[in-house]
């Protein structure tokens, strides 16, 4: 491993000069970007070391079991969730605030941070889930879709058909840029370690606790208004890179999704969710939403875009590489942002 980090350095220091021992952050992300494109999720190793957001979940499925109870009013869960949120956002920042100063002055310390960068970013996950919906309809068919997508999606596969389950996917790549890939990358750029830890926290409460339902109402509250207020600028950063990545992307209108994305983003149920999903259907020419079964009911959506509703495979690959091309921008912008910093 010694001889592969010292070619490393090596080449970095023959192209920017010598390396100072502590790169700016925005190098250490394109780093980051890189090894999430090359290896991804390595499935196989997290079968044996727990995924980081998995340890996350864990001191919050603890304290969702001995604060949340039943038996409690209101506004004692209210605090209590409010409490559950200081200590696990708090708790993770204060981890990543630990590894920077561990890391920081060490000779490989920004490689080992890049590392780390990269498992909390899901570009590739993102992009392989989806592609598997669409190889799933291809091959095996609706229920071949089904399974593909109930990976990446909360709401009931059964109750979709193959449009449905298109569209679901399509969905789930939209929002999840800006919850998976713009958002973390925003707050490691503005903070570090602490802030994408925290970040990664805030997410991971959203997920646990912060439903509409009896249980979750008040003590899932301030998860799920502090996830919202964490993702407000990275879903309309989102948003505009997708924008900007339909001028590059054949079969895409960029016009069209900046049209739709500032008409339609406020139709969604999230305040955030229909930025990037509205110029994702802008840029198709498609429509996305609409009526959709949770395991809790049945929710009236409404329709986002103008374009087709019915969609197919085809439309899958055809997001995927609007996707691809949105990360490609992002990359390059944090490259040359990186490069500047550093010259």
């Not at 997708?242 to 139709?267: E, G, H, W």
Request: proline letters at 6%; hydrophobic letters at 50%.
């Amino acid at each position: 491993m010694e001889p592969i980090l010292t070619a490393i350095q090596q080449g970095a220091a023959s192209f920017f000069g010598t390396l100072p021992q502590a790169l700016p952050h925005a190098l250490i992300l394109v780093l980051a970007i890189m090894i999430d494109a090359i290896i991804g999720d390595p499935r196989a190793l997290y079968r044996i070391i727990p995924h980081p957001v998995v340890l996350i979940g864990k001191p919050i499925a603890f304290l969702d079991r001995r604060l949340n109870r039943p038996e409690r009013g209101e506004k004692d869960r209210l605090a209590r969730g409010a409490v559950t949120v200081l200590l696990v956002v708090g708790g993770c920042a204060a981890i990543g605030y630990g590894l920077d100063r561990m890391l920081t002055g060490t000779s490989w310390g920004w490689m080992v941070e890049a590392v780390i960068v990269s498992i909390f970013l899901a570009a590739r996950s993102l992009h392989d889930h989806v592609r598997r919906v669409g190889t799933g309809l291809r091959i095996d068919g609706l229920e071949g879709g089904r399974r593909a997508i109930a990976h990446i999606v909360s709401r009931d596969p059964k109750s979709l058909d193959r449009h449905g389950v298109a569209r679901s996917a399509i969905e789930s790549l939209s929002e999840n840029f800006s919850d998976g890939v713009v958002a973390p990358i925003f707050f490691y750029l503005l903070f570090g370690l602490p802030g994408l830890l925290a970040y990664k926290a805030i997410n991971t409460l959203d997920s646990m606790i912060a439903y509409k339902t009896s249980k979750y109402r008040s003590f899932g509250f301030t998860a799920a208004k502090l996830d919202d207020l964490a993702n407000w600028l990275p879903a309309r950063i989102s948003g505009v890179l997708i924008c900007f990545a339909a001028c590059f992307t054949p079969t895409s209108y960029p016009i069209q999704a900046v049209k739709i994305m500032l008409r339609d983003a406020n139709k969604h149920k999230s305040p955030n969710g229909g930025w990037p999903e509205g110029a994702f259907a802008g840029a198709l020419n498609i429509a996305l939403g609409g009526p959709r079964t949770y395991p809790g009911g049945e929710v009236v959506g409404v329709w986002i875009g103008d374009g087709r509703a019915r969609l197919e495979p085809r439309d899958i690959d055809r997001s995927r590489a609007l996707y691809i091309v949105a990360n490609m921008l992002l990359w390059f912008a944090i490259l040359f942002g990186g490069i500047i910093t550093l010259l």
